[in-house]
């Protein structure tokens, strides 16, 4: 069954990172993300206690995890740099600084809440 969530849910994140990225471009790989890193520390938390693992397994990994992009990224970063080093080093920078900066945040909210 764990599969089965996966897929469903990773139907419904490519489809929102899709989208998003679209709403937010040229920013939308870095802006998916930055939500999909506070929202997959959120979740840790949250889905913590949650005793049935594979519908967890289908949200953070199906759902955050097709939202999220590393191969957009690497690929995006890799076209930056040959542009530009400075911008591509900047753009590698701040996503994997602000990544976990906001995944950091997530897990801080949930355990405030």
Known sequence: MKYVYVCIFAFIGGALR?????????AGTFVVNMVGAFVLGWLSVKLMAMK??????????GLVGSFTTFSTFS????????????????????TVLLGMTFAYLGMKWGAVQ
């Not at 519908?55 to 953070?60: A, M, R």
């Not at 995006?76 to 701040?94: F, K, P």
């Open 18 to 26: 899709y989208e998003l990225s679209l709403l937010f471009n040229p």
């Open 52 to 61: 049935h693992t594979a519908l967890k397994t289908g949200i953070t990994a």
């Open 75 to 94: 690929l995006e970063s890799a076209a930056l740099i040959q542009v530009n080093v400075l911008y591509g080093t900047g753009y590698i920078a701040a």
